[in-house]
């Protein structure tokens, strides 16, 4: 499964999901489905998207869960 923050970073930059679908070329139901994590985006898309936000593509994709917000780091050993 492919983590992502599209929906936080949608939030922050007070953007709906058919203003980004139409941004990208793709159906506004896709960023749904890529939100929820139904759906793996394409490599392509995925840089399409990094690039509409103007972040790296890490900051918005990740295979492992992204710390949730608000939560303190792990304490160091």
Partial sequence: ???NRIAV???ERSITR???AEALGVHYQTVGYLERGEY??????????AEYFE???EVIFSITPF???GSSPPASA
């Fill in 1 to 3: 499964m492919v983590h």
């Fill in 9 to 11: 970073l949608r939030a």
């Fill in 18 to 20: 058919r203003q980004l």
């Fill in 40 to 49: 793996s985006p394409s490599l392509y898309l995925a840089l399409r998207i």
């Fill in 55 to 57: 972040v790296p593509i």
């Fill in 67 to 69: 710390p949730r917000i």
